[in-house]
Antibody, heavy 122, light 110 residues
Framework: EVQLVQSGAEVKKPGESLKISCKGSGYSLGSFASYWIAWVRQMPGKGLEWMGIIYPIDSDTRYSPPFQGQVTISADKSISTAYLQWSSLKASDSAMYYC????????????WGQGTLVTVSS | QSVLTQPPSVSAAPGQKVTISCSGSSSNIGNNYVSWYQQLPGTAPKLLIYDNNKRPSGIPDRFSGSKSGTSATLGITGLQTGDEADFYCGTWDSSLSTVVFGGGTKLTVL
């Protein structure tokens, strides 16, 4: 069974940096590196927002326009892990962040991580 | 403001049927497949429907999806209290070159 396990909740101050992770396992067909991994934001009480996606084999990365330049998505295929990072957090970055695997047959997300709650407060 | 439009809430009694609509445009729903996700309270979203009307393994046939033109619909029959959740539609948007989601619909089983 495919599993995406995300790093734990974080509490940070504005201006601090942060890198959260998403480790994949249990891929019976193909490998972690051969599936795109997406990051999705969910602000408190709000809906899902697509942030961007990465292909771990070659680190090809695509960002949704609102998130371009605001975050960095990366991956280390050798340890089956994708990352989402901020260089300078803002209070408005407080949200739940999910990683999810894009299915190989289309633009839908077939497996999701459990989520990482990021709280940014002074 | 989400690119895809869903009703904020729907409700129905146990055992009844409910439908949730998702409206878009030719750049998204009109020319791409639609997927649906269920988010139970306090949990991560889960894939419910993909390619407009296909169910992943393990999803009961009480859940169904359809698409017509620039709109899609999720149907749930035989409602159970355990179905109470937020539901999101999603699809690729060819103009924005990104996946877009609906704003979500909260299902209440009265």
């Amino acid at each position: 069974e495919v599993q995406l396990v995300q790093s734990g909740a974080e509490v940070k101050k504005p201006g601090e940096s942060l890198k959260i992770s998403c480790k994949g396992s249990g891929y019976s067909l193909g490998s972690f590196a051969s599936y795109w991994i997406a990051w999705v934001r969910q602000m408190p009480g709000k809906g899902l927002e697509w942030m961007g996606i990465i292909y771990p084999i070659d680190s090809d990365t695509r960002y949704s326009p609102p998130f371009q330049g605001q975050v960095t998505i990366s991956a280390d295929k050798s340890i089956s892990t994708a990352y989402l990072q901020w260089s300078s957090l803002k209070a408005s970055d407080s949200a739940m962040y999910y990683c999810a695997r894009r299915a190989d047959s289309g633009w839908f997300l077939d497996y999701w991580g459990q989520g990482t709650l990021v709280t940014v407060s002074s | 403001q989400s690119v895809l439009t869903q009703p904020p809430s729907v409700s129905a009694a146990p055992g009844q049927k409910v439908t949730i609509s998702c409206s878009g445009s030719s750049s998204n729903i009109g020319n791409n497949y639609v997927s649906w996700y269920q988010q139970l309270p306090g949990t991560a979203p889960k894939l419910l429907i993909y390619d407009n009307n296909k169910r992943p393994s393990g999803i009961p046939d009480r859940f169904s999806g359809s698409k017509s033109g620039t709109s899609a619909t999720l149907g749930i029959t035989g409602l159970q209290t355990g179905d109470e959740a937020d539901f999101y539609c999603g699809t690729w948007d060819s103009s924005l070159s990104t996946v877009v989601f609906g704003g979500g619909t909260k299902l209440t089983v009265l």
